[in-house]
């Protein structure tokens, strides 16, 4: 684990903060390339009408265009939960070199828990993936969201 790790988890934490303030799933994601971020975004699916708009999907958009290049090579990826198939998928398309998220998502993890779309023999690229930072804040954000709603 990088030793700024922590402190980029929780920038996407943040971010998360702010999709649960906007009635949003709390995801939020960080793109940071050679210790500068370069971009940050938290979920907005409910807010776009769009079922793309994953924290990850907006924050490797934004990334792209501040970059001018859809691939995002020596990238990292902060995100609060374990991405889903189709976060997994961009994120090799986009060539991040690793990933960091906080906590697993049991119910549709695509990293380590329902798929490991990132461990695909056929892959043309391989994501370093770091787990478990600051799951217990990420993991206590969601269980306090979805409580709040029952």
Known sequence: MDASDDQFMRQ????ARRAAEAGEVPVGAVVVLEGRVLASAANRTITEGDPTAH???????????????YRLAGATLYVTLEPCAMCAGALVHARVARLVYGCDDPKVGAVNWCLHVLEHPMLNHRIDVSSGVLADECAALL????????
């Open 12 to 15: 996407a934490l943040e971010e």
């Open 55 to 69: 924290a990850e999907i907006v924050a490797l958009r934004a990334a792209a265009k501040a970059l001018g290049n």
């Open 143 to 150: 269980r306090e969201f979805f409580e709040a709603r029952r």
